[in-house]
């Protein structure tokens, strides 16, 4: 083998070595590209999606300060019970009083 066959053989290996490159690469691109239709879509969802979290944020967000409000009536309510019922617990012992009374008055 002379030294242009040599040449030759090494061009023409690395000749087909690109075009099988070459061809690789373009099924690759061809499987994997993304159309615009599709690209669309992708940007469409990426919206909705954003806009979700979004209201999922404020839906939290709404659902603590109710919390809170709820908390603070519940509190309110609770203090308000205990006052009516030491309020109760005074009528009734005014009235034991008054009854005791009454009937030292009936005994006399």
Given at each position: ?108
């Amino acid at each position: 083998m002379t030294r242009a066959d040599f040449v030759i053989a090494t061009a023409a290996i690395l000749f087909v070595a690109f075009c099988l490159g070459w061809f690789a690469h373009w099924l690759v691109h061809r499987f994997t590209r993304v159309s615009r239709t599709d690209m669309g879509e992708l940007e469409k969802m990426a919206q909705e999606l954003h806009e979700a979290e979004e209201t999922r944020d404020q839906a939290i967000t709404y659902m603590q300060q109710r919390e809170a409000e709820l908390s603070n009536q519940l509190h309110q309510t609770e203090a308000e019970l205990a006052a009516a019922m030491e309020g109760l617990r005074d009528a009734r012992r005014e009235a034991e009083e008054l009854r005791a009374r009454l009937e030292r008055i009936e005994a006399r």
